[in-house]
C-alpha cells in the first residue's frame, strides 16, 4: 500500500489477491458476505455490489481482466455462480450456475483467457448432470460446449481439461490461435491441442510430457508416456509418428526447445542406475504413425492451464488440459478458441517453437517427445529417454528459434541429463508472403464483438519454414455492433436472447420488448 491509498476493513475473515487487485471478504452474522475490492494500480477502493437477495456462502475464485472483474461465488443454496462486472463499475451481474460440490477446486473448472478480451472457458453441466467444458466468446452471455475435431485419437470418456498443466511456453507469444491443454493421467498426460483459438481441440498422442511446438507450428512434439519414444506430428495432429530414442529405465527430466524459429529440441533424461544424465537432441528421423480416433465432448481442467505455453501477442493459439490418472490429454486451439484439437497425451505441458512452428511435448511414459510441424495434423514421436529417467524441465530457450531444453535425471545415477533439441535443420528458410493463410477468427456464434471483426494471419500447414512475424498475425475490421456484444446491467442476467430481472433482486418489472425504431435506455437492459 502506498501513503495515499490507506484503507481498513474490520472483522475481515479472508481475501484474495490477483496482481494489482484485491478482493477483501467480511462476514455479516453468519448469513453472507460483504466484499470490498481495493485496486492498487489505480488507488481506488469500493464495495462489491450485487443484487440484494443474494445470501454468499463462500468466495471461490477472484481474477480480473480487460476491465472486468470475475468473481465464483457459492451461495446459501449451494448453487455455484460466476459474477462478472457491468458497465457501472464494481456492480456485479451473474452470468453462470451449476449445482456441484463446494469443495471442489474451481481453479480446474474456470479459465479467463487475458489474450483474448470477452473469452472465458467454464466447466459447466452437460449431459447427465455431467461437467463439461463450455466456451464464451462474449463475457459470459452465450456458451457452447468447447468442439474437438474428429481426428485419429480414441478418447473413452469426454475429457476435462485440468488448466493447472497449462504451459504458456508451449505455443510461442504471438500465435494466440494456437494452443495446448491436458488431462491429468495416473502415468502420464493427454494433450489437446487447438489450431483455431479454441474452437475445436483435438486429442494427441499420451505422454509424460507437455507438448511442445517447433519453428511455430511446424512440429509438435511430446515424448511418449512410457518413455520409450517421442510422438510427433507434422500436419497438425491429423497424423502421429513415434520415434523410439530412449533406453529403457530412462527418467524424463527435461524438454524444451531452444528457439522459436528453428527445430531443435533438447530432452534431457537419466539413468538410475549410473546416475547420470543424458541430453539429446532430437532429428526427428525414423518416424512411426500412431492411432487413435477422438469425436467426445470435453471437459477442460482449468488448473493445469499454463499462460506461458503460448506467446504473449498469439491471442489465437492457446492449449488446454484434461487431467487423466496417468498423464495430461492437452487440447490445441488456433484459431482463437472456435474449435480444439486434442494432442498426444503427455507427462508435462506442451510448448511451442518458433511461436507454433513446432508443437513439443513428452509422452507420459517419459520414453519419447511427441511434435508436430503442422499445428497438429500430424504428430511424429522420437525415443529420446531411458525408462530410469525422469523429467525435471521441458521448456523453449526463446519465442524465436526451434530449440528445447529438456532436463531429466536418472534413477540409477541420481545425475541430471541437459538435452537440446534443435528442429531448425528441418526448417532452414524464412516464410514468404505467400506461404502465409489469412481466415477469419469466428467466434460461438460468428458475430463479431463490440464492433471489431478480426483476421488470423498463419503459416500454412503444408510449407516448413521459419515464421519470422511475430506481432503482425492479425487484421482487425470494423463491423456493426449489436446488443449481443454487450452484457445485462446490474440486477438482470442473460436468459437466453435476452437481459431478464435476477431473482435475487427486488425488482418486480419484466423486460421490455423493444419494437422496431424505439429505443430503451441500455443502462437498464443491458
Given at each position: 500500500m502506498t501513503n495515499d491509498l490507506d484503507v481498513k476493513y474490520e472483522l475481515v475473515s479472508d481475501y484474495k489477491i490477483f496482481e494489482d487487485h484485491i478482493l477483501v471478504m467480511q462476514p455479516i452474522a453468519g448469513v453472507t458476505y460483504n466484499l470490498y475490492i481495493i485496486d492498487v494500480g489505480r488507488k481506488i477502493h469500493s464495495p462489491a455490489f450485487f443484487p440484494a437477495l443474494l445470501r454468499i456462502r463462500d468466495v471461490k475464485f477472484f481474477e480480473y481482466a480487460f476491465g472486468n472483474y470475475y468473481i465464483v461465488l457459492v451461495h446459501k443454496d449451494l448453487i455455484t455462480c460466476l459474477w462478472i462486472t457491468t458497465a457501472t463499475p464494481f456492480h456485479f451481474v451473474r452470468k453462470a450456475c451449476y449445482s456441484a460440490p463446494t469443495n471442489s477446486l474451481i481453479e480446474s473448472n474456470i479459465h479467463i483467457d487475458k489474450r483474448v478480451e470477452g473469452q472465458i472457458y467454464f466447466n459447466l453441466p452437460s449431459n447427465a448432470n455431467s461437467l463439461k467444458t463450455h466456451i464464451s466468446t462474449d463475457d459470459g452471455r452465450y456458451w457452447d460446449l468447447v468442439k474437438l475435431e474428429i481426428k485419429p485419437f480414441k478418447i473413452s470418456k469426454p475429457p476435462q481439461f485440468n488448466f493447472t498443466l497449462y504451459d504458456p511456453q508451449s505455443v510461442?507469444?504471438?500465435?494466440?490461435?494456437?494452443?495446448?491443454?491436458?488431462?491429468?493421467?495416473?502415468?502420464?498426460?493427454?494433450?489437446?491441442?487447438?489450431?483455431?483459438?479454441?474452437?475445436?481441440?483435438?486429442?494427441?498422442?499420451?505422454?509424460?510430457?507437455?507438448?511442445?511446438?517447433?519453428?511455430?507450428?511446424?512440429?509438435?512434439?511430446?515424448?511418449?508416456?512410457?518413455?520409450?519414444?517421442?510422438?510427433?506430428?507434422?500436419?497438425?495432429?491429423?497424423?502421429?509418428?513415434?520415434?523410439?530414442?530412449?533406453?529403457?529405465?530412462?527418467?524424463?527430466?527435461?524438454?524444451?526447445?531452444?528457439?522459436?524459429?528453428?527445430?531443435?529440441?533438447?530432452?534431457?533424461?537419466?539413468?538410475?542406475?549410473?546416475?547420470?544424465?543424458?541430453?539429446?537432441?532430437?532429428?526427428?528421423?525414423?518416424?512411426?504413425?500412431?492411432?487413435?480416433?477422438?469425436?467426445?465432448?470435453?471437459?477442460?481442467?482449468?488448473?493445469?492451464?499454463?499462460?506461458?505455453?503460448?506467446?504473449?501477442?498469439?491471442?489465437?493459439?492457446?492449449?488446454?488440459?484434461?487431467?487423466?490418472?496417468?498423464?495430461?490429454?492437452?487440447?490445441?486451439?488456433?484459431?482463437?478458441?472456435?474449435?480444439?484439437?486434442?494432442?498426444?497425451?503427455?507427462?508435462?505441458?506442451?510448448?511451442?517453437?518458433?511461436?507454433?512452428?513446432?508443437?513439443?511435448?513428452?509422452?507420459?511414459?517419459?520414453?519419447?517427445?511427441?511434435?508436430?510441424?503442422?499445428?497438429?495434423?500430424?504428430?511424429?514421436?522420437?525415443?529420446?529417454?531411458?525408462?530410469?529417467?525422469?523429467?525435471?524441465?521441458?521448456?523453449?530457450?526463446?519465442?524465436?528459434?526451434?530449440?528445447?531444453?529438456?532436463?531429466?535425471?536418472g534413477s540409477e545415477d541420481d545425475e541430471l541429463r541437459f538435452s537440446i533439441l534443435d528442429f531448425s535443420n528441418i526448417f532452414n528458410s524464412e516464410c514468404k508472403t505467400n506461404d502465409f493463410r489469412q481466415y477469419p477468427l469466428i467466434g460461438c456464434h460468428e458475430l463479431c464483438f463490440r464492433g471489431i471483426k478480426l483476421d488470423i494471419i498463419t503459416r500454412d500447414p503444408e510449407i516448413r519454414c521459419l515464421n519470422k512475424l511475430h506481432k503482425r498475425t492479425k487484421v482487425e475490421y470494423l463491423c456493426p455492433c449489436s446488443s449481443e456484444d454487450f452484457g445485462c446491467s446490474f440486477n438482470f442476467h442473460p436468459k437466453d436472447d435476452v437481459c431478464v430481472v435476477d431473482p435475487l433482486s427486488r425488482i418486480a418489472e419484466e423486460p421490455f420488448k423493444c419494437e422496431k425504431g424505439t429505443h430503451l435506455d441500455i443502462t437498464q437492459l443491458g
Open positions: 510461442p507469444k504471438h500465435f494466440g490461435f494456437m494452443d495446448f491443454q491436458y488431462e491429468k493421467l495416473k502415468d502420464g498426460l493427454q494433450p489437446f491441442m487447438t489450431i483455431n483459438g479454441g474452437h475445436t481441440w483435438n486429442p494427441t498422442p499420451k505422454s509424460t510430457s507437455r507438448v511442445l511446438m517447433l519453428n511455430y507450428e511446424t512440429a509438435i512434439l511430446s515424448i511418449s508416456r512410457d518413455l520409450s519414444a517421442i510422438n510427433y506430428s507434422l500436419d497438425k495432429g491429423a497424423t502421429w509418428l513415434s520415434h523410439k530414442l530412449f533406453p529403457e529405465n530412462s527418467a524424463f527430466h527435461h524438454l524444451e526447445r531452444l528457439f522459436d524459429t528453428n527445430l531443435n529440441v533438447l530432452i534431457v533424461t537419466g539413468t538410475p542406475q549410473d546416475h547420470l544424465l543424458r541430453f539429446d537432441i532430437v532429428d526427428f528421423s525414423n518416424f512411426f504413425n500412431l492411432n487413435s480416433e477422438n469425436d467426445a465432448p470435453v471437459k477442460f481442467n482449468f488448473e493445469f492451464h499454463d499462460p506461458h505455453s503460448v506467446p504473449i501477442h498469439f491471442g489465437f493459439i492457446d492449449i488446454q488440459y484434461k487431467k487423466l490418472k496417468d498423464g495430461l490429454q492437452p487440447f490445441l486451439t488456433t484459431d482463437g478458441g472456435h474449435s480444439w484439437n486434442p494432442m498426444p497425451i503427455t507427462a508435462i505441458r506442451p510448448i511451442l517453437l518458433n511461436y507454433e512452428t513446432v508443437i513439443l511435448s513428452i509422452n507420459r511414459d517419459l520414453s519419447a517427445i511427441n511434435y508436430s510441424y503442422d499445428k497438429g495434423t500430424t504428430w511424429l514421436t522420437h525415443k529420446l529417454f531411458t525408462k530410469s529417467h525422469s523429467l525435471y524441465h521441458f521448456g523453449r530457450l526463446s519465442d524465436t528459434d526451434l530449440k528445447v531444453l529438456i532436463v531429466t535425471r
